[in-house]
């Protein structure tokens, strides 16, 4: 079926259900273009109106069942007209050409921008809540997910802070810096960014050796894990190598975190850097 025909079937449907959707009347068919809106939609209980999402939204187990639309950064348009959305949740890798192609078109699209910190996590878990009629889930869910985080960061006040690098890749070498939320994975793990201050991820292996973190996190995004810890290994006067505190993260679990997978992460990541307060 070509796109000009769906697209012609699409509109029919509009006319005969309206172009939007008001406060009473929240959107029933939903497609989403981010692991972490499709796990959201999950924890909202609205799983039942996502018509489809991405190939890469995999958690949880129910999510792997649903009509797959693309990638996170490229979208099969014509799928989604036949899907016949109410409205589509862009994530922030969402191709801005695919967007503007799927309003033209006359798809509700609303656009969830990169989380730079817990913060922002939760208000754009708030809002998506809001956006299908779960406000008051929402903001129970949040409600938990903070109290956790409280909970922790008391919990390890007073401790000493371990100096921690974090990897996200390799060539060349990217760090996270403060304006990320992965920042506040060590923060409030009680230890210390050693890139803290850089306005740039790009590190050097040199700058690492000298600054000597106790702690080196390494996050599988497009890189091979193990061998990049055989690389850190090697250098024998890297406390975290002489320690054996080199620890591989997986990408999915760490860079796509809802309000409860950020503080399911947090507790693993403060158990790493904290072993004696287990």
Known sequence: MGLKL????????????????AKENYPQ???SLGPAITEE???LGASDRLVGCTVYCQRPEEAKKKEKIGTVIEVNLEKIIALQPDVVLAASLTNPKAIEKLKNLGIKVIEFPAARNFNEICSSFLELGRIVGRGKEAEEIIKTARNKVSALTAKLHG?????????VGA?????????????DFIEFSGGINIAEGIM?????REKVLEANPEVLLIVTMGINGEREKEVWQSYKALKAARDNRIYI???????????VSFVEALEIIAG?????NE
């Open 41 to 43: 939609l999950f924890l």
């Open 171 to 183: 060539k060349p070498l990217v760090t996270v810096t403060e304006d990320s939320f992965v920042n």
């Open 6 to 21: 769906l697209t012609i079937i699409f509109c029919a449907g509009l006319l005969l259900q309206g172009s939007g959707f």
């Open 272 to 276: 790493l850097l904290h072993p004696q």
């Open 249 to 259: 993260l997986d990408s999915y679990w760490l860079c796509s975190p809802t309000p």
């Open 29 to 31: 068919r939903i497609i």
């Open 200 to 204: 740039y991820p790009r590190y050097s």
């Open 159 to 167: 401790l000493p802070k371990p100096r921690v690098f974090i990897q």
